[in-house]
């Protein structure tokens, strides 16, 4: 999903037909479209678009998907290489609090700070991409559902998306504030909960796009059926994870 605003951004194929929200400083407004703009299916134009696709692959399967798993391979062999010679296993952010005591009992000092370091920076990296995302999505639906609102920000999406942006982010701030400073939620609770509505996300919409793509495509356009066999157990497996974190969370079902 995010990969479709990335081409998007970049024009890639006929995102560059399509607009895009421009930077809030130097960036130049573009109209966005509120029209499908299909191109015509010959071999030229089928060679351009596997290309394209070809090209969004390998961002998606080697440079997204095959350095995450390597990234998370490593971490899950250090958190055992750690916590299973000590007989631990613990849950929630003192997964990260031991690893990194473990560490320091190795490498020294220095390595408490950085393990936890290193894992403030990888939350708060992802929650801004998905606060990035989710707003991208919310605004593109409210041009597109809306006539008045395609008129209030005369085909400039920086109108809308900002503003929303900066809705969003004092919501965050405020979630923090009551389930962190009144006690309200755990830490890892309020994370692990920004988790399930983000799977929720990913639930819906893997179903949602195999509809799209099966109902408006072309034929020559459709995803392969190994793809879309992919997707359709991609929504299973998310499901699993959604009701095992809130069992987890709501419910303090040990899983």
């Known amino acids: 999903l995010m990969l479709s605003s990335y081409a998007r951004e970049k024009g890639w194929g006929m995102a560059s037909k399509a607009g895009y929200i421009a930077s809030a ?47 998370v391979l490593m971490t899950s062999a250090m958190a055992y290489a750690i916590l299973a010679p000590r007989g631990l296993t613990p849950t929630g952010f003192a997964v990260a609090a ?17 393990v936890l370091l290193a894992g ?25 559902a809306s006539q008045k609102v395609r008129e209030w920000t005369k085909g400039d999406l920086r109108k ?17 504030i009551g389930a962190l400073g009144f006690g309200l939620a755990q830490p890892y609770v309020v994370v692990a909960l920004n988790s399930v509505l983000g799977l929720a996300a990913l639930f819906i919409a893997y179903p949602l796009q195999i509809l799209v793509s099966y109902k408006f495509f072309p034929k020559e356009l459709r995803p392969h059926p190994i793809t879309t066999f992919i997707l359709a157990a991609g929504a299973v497996w998310y499901a699993v994870f959604i009701v095992g974190l809130l069992a987890q969370v709501l419910l303090g079902v040990r899983l």
Request: no cysteine.
């Open 120 to 144: 403030f920076l990888i939350l708060f990296s992802t929650q801004i991409g998905i606060m990035d995302a989710v707003t991208r999505v919310v605004a593109d639906s409210f041009y597109l």
């Open 25 to 71: 400083i130097g960036g130049r407004p573009t109209v966005a479209a509120t029209e499908e703009m299909p191109f015509d299916i010959n071999s030229e134009k089928l060679r351009k678009f596997k290309g394209w696709l070809n090209l969004l692959r390998l961002e998606g399967w080697v440079i997204l998907g095959f350095v995450t798993f390597i990234t």
């Open 160 to 176: 809308l998306y900002y503003p929303l942006l900066y809705v969003f982010f004092a919501l965050a701030v405020i979630l923090s």
């Open 98 to 114: 031991v690893q990194a005591q473990g560490l320091a009992e190795v490498i020294g000092p220095a390595a408490w700070y950085l």
